[in-house]
């Protein structure tokens, strides 16, 4: 059976949560998954040896011995381009791809590779990842967002490169769709497709969940310091209220609230959370983290004393601050793209039973096993 090789349109399109789910399901259909990202470009430090950060999460997520040469065989780290393109001959990526290939094939049924970025990220290293996917004789499966006239486009324009390399398409995975647009996106993708000889595996409706960020994510969003509670920083956010509109009929949820307020406006905004919570009788406080933010003009615009409210420490709420002003906060926070990672199991255990939910396996599979 050829490998499968997990390719998107772009970044940010879901091509790391189609591939988890991918590896996930397949293994819990009972075969002997392995999983390599050939080429990385964002890397951590494993044991002295740069590792594609997404191979490391992997291996954490569905827990088997990472071994970096085999799961991460390329990383294309800050100056290789240019130190490429002036020696080629000093670098081996392609034997390097080719052995963890190798290593991987011999000891799985099936191999699940994630590509990088948009398919022409590595060209400029002769690995693009149609180059890629044709090395590893590998199909295809291209994951696109939700839509009709751009998604076709962008994914005409993205299959090109794997047409020119004879690399053959699996199926496309579409994925972050409207719930209400569904069917019609369904139906307008299929009549292209058709043409095309290639199948839709799945339809993924837009998972609010999937994009919920953590606390952590706002701090490096906004520049930000802890000051209270640094050991609640993987809470989640799910909603995002300004101090000034701090009023039951604003908040979309009652939990998982991160409030962005003035310093001016903190002891006000405490106390009708603190009305809102009894009124609506919750359980716990709606709060998951409190976001200080500046005047945009000084750098320390607040006392210490002024933050330590007791509601804070009772309740184990983290506070934070920035030095911008509460709409540039607001802006930064609405500009995070977010991504699953360790400290999200509930991201991995959510994008597990939506690939299981409304991907065809039986079809992806018999495609991989089938084309030529």
Known sequence: MRPIYVAATGQHIGKTTSTLGIMA????????????????????MVNDIKVDKDAVLFSDILDFELLPHYHSPVVLARNTSREYLEDPAAFDFRPSVVAAAKYLNQRHDIVVYEGTGHPGVGTVVDLSNADVAKL????????????????????????????????????????????????????????KLK?????????????????FPIIETIIRAVDGKVLLNSHKLYNRVEDIVAGSLVDAEEFSTFKNILL????????????????????????????????VTGDGRHARWYSEKELQNPYFREHDIPVITTELDTYGSVVKISRIEVKINTRTPWKAKRAIELIKQRVNFELMLDRAHHLA
């Open 25 to 44: 399901n397949l293994q819990l259909l009972g075969f002997n998954t392995g999983y390599c990202k050939p080429v990385g470009q964002k890397y951590l």
């Open 136 to 191: 590893l004789n590998a199909g295809v499966v291209m994951i696109v967002e939700g839509g009709i006239g751009n998604t076709i486009d962008r994914l005409n324009m993205s299959l090109a490169l794997f047409r020119e390399s004879g690399v053959p398409i699996l199926g496309v995975i579409v994925n972050k769709v409207r719930p209400d647009k569904m069917d019609m996106v369904e139906h307008f993708l299929k009549i």
């Open 195 to 211: 043409k095309l000889n290639i199948p839709i595996l799945g339809m993924l409706p837009y998972d609010q969940t999937l994009s």
């Open 260 to 291: 962005v307020v003035s310093i001016k406006r903190l002891e006000e905004a405490v106390a009708k959370i603190q009305r809102i919570t009894e009124l609506k009788k919750l359980d716990k406080p709606p709060l998951s983290g409190v976001l």
